[in-house]
């Protein structure tokens, strides 16, 4: 399983991480970025998403019938 954790930084800046999770236990952190502005960190937590998503399969791939 893998969320996006987001903590505060020592410099006061907002960090973004993906984590992934076994078992209940951390067992893989992908640090995202850090960002000084709420436009910043919307990007930081749009591309934590787009890590996340990249790993997923999708039950459908409706892709190979719009041809």
Do not use: W
């Not at 209940?24 to 960002?35: D, I, L, N, P």
């Amino acid at each position: 399983m893998a969320y996006i954790r987001q903590f505060e930084t020592g410099s006061g800046a907002t960090g973004v991480q993906v984590c992934y999770k076994e078992r209940g236990k951390v067992v893989r952190t992908v640090h995202v970025g850090s960002a000084q502005s709420e436009v910043g960190l919307k990007k930081l937590l749009r591309r934590a998403q787009e890590i996340i998503d990249k790993d997923k399969n999708p039950l459908f791939n409706l892709n190979k019938y719009n041809k």
